[in-house]
């Protein structure tokens, strides 16, 4: 079941940047786009734990700060030929307020 | 027998829904309809093109008196609805009590007016209905008259154009960094505010109004850049706001607007509601298309049928003489995206896709697929099999890659060296000079540095079309196949300020580019417009936007400046003292002489950054395309065999050049003699003092590669050494592609040009030296001290949200 946590205004986020929202589970990046839209996916690249909210945006994808992996932000899938993904998590902007899914990030500080 | 249907507003959902309702039913209903306009219904989007001249009044009613009559609509038009009592069902209005049986409430929105001083002043108007239209055409038949539209969205654009082509003098003040951001692209965007441009039309983007100024009138919009837009009317079109006083007021639920369900039923069963007042599904449309699916649905609920609305896609067409625009569906960045410009002809195409199929569409400049396009998006159709061509639309036209240089005028400047403008290449092609060499051995273009050699060459093959082979040249990345010199150029000759514009008019093949060509090109912009380009931090590398070296483990370095490789007991004990207070783990020795501490946590970053301010130290630089530092050894201060003050210029030239952004990293030495301790001659840039002055020398280097400088001159002042040093990185900092260190850049346009350039030509030297001082009054400031500041605190350095601090479900 899906619990939406109002965690910011979606103007708190630059375009084309990220941010990050620290959890029990780790840090979660939330990404803006250049249109708007927002993705939240775990702040560590799996390649050698980069942390991607640091990294530039383009298109849905970001490129790793420390060795330009570029990650898919909607599956969490690293693009091109390399192999490895990232958790994502639901996300979404309600009048212009961004509305993370908690129930993973919550349920983990539980477990 | 027939029951009582009281609808609050004339307007266009009304209107649609009674004729479906009369084709359903027409005696059901015995309707009275109540109008707070003087008029009954008329073609509200047409408005715009009344408001032009390009249509009258008369040509967009689309219900008059004879209909009303016909279908037995009791109309009370100039009369608004002031209460309505829910439990006697009856409204009321000025004209009295009427009752109802069905109540429809159809009262639409209001122009929204932003909340800033002297919004009430005359002469401050919306852009809703007919009168709104007559005030303004009133003002327009002023001499001369001023018009400050305020908002860029679909409304304020057609108001604009609209003014302007009555005569007025038109200022669009928009909020948001490009034009109708809500349905198109930054690409689009730029297209738009070009052409509006060239029509007269001023545009300021990112304008945020403080106030509106007059003496018992609209006078002037005031921005908070503190500038004054003078107006004789000022056109609220920031948005609309839905009209739902009377839902609220007789508690009916209402959020944003009165909220009905699938069947346009509100929280009373008695009472419907459409249009712009209603939120649905938590969404409030302001779209003709939905409401008339909602008209539809209502009409049936009326009648007993059962009807759902359903969110609809929506399009949307900017109603402009001469502008073909057209939005719809998802335009943000899907999976994946296919995109088309041609430059030349100014035209732009986006497509998103997800799973094989459109799912989002922005044209501008041919909207002629638009509809082909917009039919397979609503249908899902798979494209997988015509996707190689599907961009080309039904017709797959064809594509001229040589667009951006053939859209070029001939009086642009291809050669910057010798001042050699298109025109005159395409005359001496014509002439018979059809190889580089030729066009060398006739105009010079790209004789001396050869940077334009690639521009030159699509010149060639655009004038001769099959006849030129184009040799192969790589694009700097896979959104483009323009080198580095064809893109500065191109920036250069047609003045493009913006990342967008430059990747519109060059032809970019995505929409927002890559971790490659972003960087390169924030760069160029930053060293061509210093006044006028703001510095994209998105488009910058994590280094150059944190001013700190990330390593390995996502830590950071921090270097302050030390001028000249100098520094002082207070320094050493300020650094020592944030190194414990931030439990820096390691401090090491750098070979640029100063200190490095390695091992910083993000969040320590700005607070150190404060510390180290306070002791009088700025940032280093030690993470830019820029410059790094100025070595020296103590020179005459204390050597025995020091020639001159090394030391004191090494300090002037730092003083000089810090904060300046570069293509690629730069670094500097001045030794005091020739035993060159300071290691001078494998610097960018390297200073040996000797007895009689000072020998310049560049392009070394001692990284992968090892390489001696080479001599540039020798000169008997400091000023001079100046003069040179500044020259030479001002000279790198406008040819040289990004990522090409000096002796990388060097090699290819060779030393003598350079020392033709800034050696020989001391009134170019002059004129390079003045240029790098424009943009050094911008850069030349402490980033550190910038962004250690509580505003940045906020919006920058504090994590978004601390789930930590959440309590488990």
């Known amino acids: 079941m899906s619990n939406w946590i109002d965690i910011a205004a979606l103007d708190d986020i630059p375009l084309r940047g990220a941010r990050v929202v620290k959890s029990h589970a780790g840090c979660v990046a939330v990404f803006r786009t250049a249109e708007d839209r927002v993705f939240a996916i775990d702040d560590t690249c799996p390649h050698k734990k980069g942390p991607l909210s640091e990294g530039i945006v383009h298109g849905d994808a970001v490129t790793c700060p420390l060795h330009n992996w570029v990650i898919d932000l909607e599956t969490g899938m690293a693009k091109g030929a390399d192999e490895g993904r990232v958790n994502t998590y639901e996300i979404k902007v309600e009048d212009g307020r961004i509305l993370l899914d908690g129930a993973r990030l919550l349920a983990r500080s539980a477990a | ?66 209909w009303y009559a016909a279908n037995n609509v009791t109309c009370r038009f100039n009369e608004a609805v002031v209460k309505i009592d829910r439990k006697a069902r009856r409204v009321i209005s000025a004209g009295g009590v009427t009752e109802y049986d069905k109540l429809v409430i159809a009262t639409g929105s209001a122009s929204f007016f932003i909340p800033v001083q002297g919004n009430d002043l005359p002469g401050v108007i919306g852009f809703r209905d007919l009168d709104d ?153 302001g779209l003709v298309a939905p409401l008339y699916d909602m008209a539809k649905v209502l009409a049936r609920t ?214 490659v060509c972003r960087p390169a090109l924030n760069y160029y912009m930053i060293a061509e417009w210093p006044l006028e380009y703001a510095d994209d931090l998105q488009s910058r590398f994590v280094n150059e936007r944190n001013h700190a070296n990330i390593q390995k483990d996502g830590t950071y370095s921090v270097v302050p400046r030390m001028w000249g490789g100098m520094t002082t007991a207070d320094e050493l004990r300020a650094i020592a003292d944030a190194a414990d207070k931030y439990n820096v783990p390691t401090i090491h020795v750098t070979g640029g002489q100063r200190i490095d501490l390695l091992g910083v946590q993000r969040a320590d970053l700005p607070d150190m950054w404060a510390d180290l301010n306070a002791a009088g130290m700025v940032s280093g630089h030690a993470y830019s395309k820029g410059l790094r530092t100025v070595k020296t050894c103590v020179g005459t201060d ?116 350079v020392i033709e350039q800034i050696v020989d030509d001391v009134e170019n030297r002059a004129a390079l030296v003045e240029r790098f001082e424009i943009s050094q009054s911008v850069y030349r400031k402490d980033p550190w001290a910038e962004q250690a500041t509580p505003e940045y605190q906020e919006h920058k350095w504090a994590d978004l949200a601390d789930l930590t601090l959440e309590a488990a479900q």
């Open chain 2, 133 to 285: 239209v007559e005030a303004m055409l009133q003002a327009a038949n002023k001499p001369n008259g001023k018009a400050v539209i305020i908002g860029g969205g679909l409304l304020g654009l057609e108001a604009a154009a609209a003014l302007n082509e009555q005569g007025m003098q038109v200022t669009v003040l928009h909020l948001m960094g490009h034009l109708m951001e809500r349905q198109l692209d930054p690409a689009a965007g730029y297209l738009l505010q070009k052409e509006l441009e060239s029509r007269g039309i001023r545009v300021i983007c990112n304008a945020h109004t403080n106030a509106i100024v007059g003496d018992g009138k609209v006078e002037a919009v005031l921005l908070e850049d503190q500038s004054t837009h003078p107006a004789d009317i000022v056109v609220m079109a920031a948005g609309i706001r839905p009209e739902t006083r009377l839902g609220i007021e007789s508690g009916l639920h209402t959020e944003r607007g009165i909220v009905v369900d699938d069947g346009m039923q509100t929280s009373d069963p008695d009472i419907l509601a459409l249009g712009e007042c209603v939120e649905h599904d938590g969404v409030v449309y």
């Open chain 2, 638 to 753: 204390h050597c025995r065999f020091g020639t001159q003050d090394s030391t004191g210029l090494g300090i002037k030239l730092e003083k000089l050049l810090w904060g300046s952004w570069t293509p690629h990293k730069v670094k500097l030495a001045v030794s005091g003699c020739p035993r060159n301790c300071a290691e001078a001659t494998c610097k960018d840039l390297g200073v040996i003092c000797v007895d009689s002055g000072y020998e310049v020398s560049v392009a070394g280097a001692a990284g992968m590669e090892l390489k001696q400088t080479e001599a540039l001159a020798k000169v008997a002042t400091e000023q001079e050494v100046m003069d040179l040093a500044v020259a030479f990185i001002q000279l790198y900092r406008e040819r040289a592609a990004y990522l090409a260190r000096p002796y990388k850049w060097v090699a290819k346009v060779g030393m003598d040009w």
């Open chain 2, 1 to 66: 027998m027939s029951q009582k249907l009281v609808v609050i507003g004339a307007g266009m959902a009304s209107g649609r829904m009674l004729e479906e309702l009369f084709d359903l039913d027409a005696d059901g209903y015995d309707v009275t309809l109540f109008g707070a306009e003087p008029r009954g219904n008329y073609n509200r989007i047409m408005l715009s093109p009344v408001l032009s001249g390009e249509k009258s009044y008369d040509e967009i009613i689309t219900h008059d008196a004879d």
């Open chain 2, 302 to 515: 009326l009648t007993d049928e059962v009807a759902a609305f359903k969110a609809p896609e929506v399009s949307t067409k900017l109603k402009v003489t001469g502008v073909d625009l057209f939005s719809v569906g998802d335009f943000g960045d899907e999976h994946e995206e296919i995109v088309f410009r041609d430059p030349g002809l100014g035209v732009y195409k986006r497509i998103t896709l997800k799973d094989d199929r459109i799912v989002g569409l922005v044209m501008y400049g041919d909207t002629s697929d638009s509809n082909w396009f917009f039919d397979k998006l609503k249908t899902g159709e798979d494209i997988s099999d015509i996707r190689g061509t599907l961009i080309y639309g039904s017709a797959a036209a064809g594509v001229d890659p040589m667009a951006a240089i053939a859209a070029m005028p001939d009086d642009s400047e291809i050669c910057g060296c010798n001042g050699v403008c298109k025109g005159t290449i395409v005359t001496a092609i014509n002439g018979g000079a059809t190889d580089l060499g030729a066009i060398r051995a006739v105009t010079k273009a790209s004789a001396s540095c050869g940077s334009c050699t690639g521009l030159v060459e699509q010149v060639l093959a655009s004038t001769l079309g099959d006849d030129f082979v184009l040799p192969a040249a790589g694009g700097i990345c896979g959104c483009t196949d323009l080198t580095h010199e064809d893109i500065r150029q191109i920036i250069k000759s047609r003045e493009l300020k913006t990342i967008p514009a430059l990747m519109q008019e060059a032809g970019w093949k995505t929409s927002c580019g890559c971790h």
